[in-house]
């Protein structure tokens, strides 16, 4: 069995690789090749634009890949979603299509855009946007530096953000918010109801998500001395309970716990003030809930 598997190329590469790293799968792209090398035998990846991925996915050229939420729904994909994967070449998080103009435009609104211009990579996106608000407007698909067309080459654009940097540094402003979106981890419907090939991407679907968990968690161990254990563990916060293990000293235990990294940090100082002492704390790959 062979699983074809589509990587996203583009902004999102990098991010992607580091993930399957965390995940326990390595990852690597030989110089002008389409075809990673992945250190799965069962698996075979292709890299293509995020863009075309659910596409590829529907026809089933591709068994599964990993594409945003947003080109699923340009493309009208009929495909199987399963994993959400909140991650961005920047961190962790969502990215959002917006309706943006410039900051002087007296457009205030979707219902303002009658008989406008819009630009737009996401066409069929915007034009359902504008159908439901009942309203007419041109949409012209955009290359790329789709910020810079408004005032001169458009009215309006409709466009990606996850910070809204950007637009902001172009003198434009959000109207409103189309869709958010993130990464997916997506399957062919045929693929998804080979028993072999299901239990693979459901696989990796639990392993990408158990290191995006771990990617914002820590591991805290410690030693507690019996006496203070009920206390500590009241203020300790976890993913479920702390693990607590007899010591050789009678009067101590040993306690870990997996809980937020910026929890951590404000919360050290008060476990060694209630008698925790030899605490470390470690980064984690995976966290499976």
């Known amino acids: 069995m062979i699983l074809k598997l589509g990587i996203p190329k583009g902004s999102l590469l ?25 250190d799965d035998p069962e698996i075979e990846c292709l890299l293509l634009r995020a863009q075309e991925i659910a596409r590829y996915v ?18 009208d994909a009929d495909v199987h979603e399963v994993s959400d994967l909140v991650y961005s070449k920047t961190g962790s998080g969502k990215a959002r299509w917006v309706l943006a103009v410039p900051n002087d435009s007296p457009i205030q609104s ?11 990579e996401a066409m069929n996106l915007t034009n359902k946007y504008l159908a439901k608000h009942g ?3 041109k949409v012209e698909f955009s290359w790329g530096a789709t910020e810079v067309k408004p005032p001169k080459l458009a009215d309006a654009i ?22 958010e979106t993130n990464t997916k981890l997506i399957a062919n419907h045929q693929a998804w109801e080979d028993p072999e090939k299901r239990a693979k991407i459901e696989q990796i679907g639990m392993l990408l998500i158990g290191a995006i968990v771990a990617e914002t968690n820590v591991g805290l161990m410690m030693n507690v001395p019996k ?3 009920a206390e500590i563990a009241g203020i300790l916060p976890s993913l479920h309970t702390p693990t607590i293990s007899e010591m050789t000293d009678s009067k101590w235990v040993a306690v870990m716990v997996i809980l937020e990294e910026k929890v951590a940090r404000d919360l050290i100082p008060e476990l060694k003030r209630h008698g925790a002492s030899g605490i470390v704390e470690f980064p984690l ?3 499976i809930p």
């Not at 303002?112 to 630009?119: C, F, S």
């Not at 990606?160 to 189309?178: C, D, F, H, Q, Y």
């Open 135 to 137: 309203v007419k407007a």
């Open 158 to 179: 409709v466009d990606i953000t996850e910070t809204g940097s950007s637009l902001r540094a172009n003198n434009m402003r959000i109207v409103e918010t189309l869709l």
């Open 227 to 229: 006496a203070s254990l």
């Open 285 to 287: 790959n995976k966290v």
């Open 14 to 38: 990098q991010a992607t690789v580091e993930l399957f790293r965390k995940a326990g799968y390595k990852i690597t792209i030989p110089d002008r090749s389409y075809y990673p090398n992945i």
């Open 110 to 120: 979707v219902k303002d855009l009658e008989g406008k211009r819009i630009a737009t």
């Open 58 to 75: 529907e026809e089933g050229l591709l068994d599964a890949g990993l594409t945003g939420y947003d080109w699923v729904i340009e493309n």
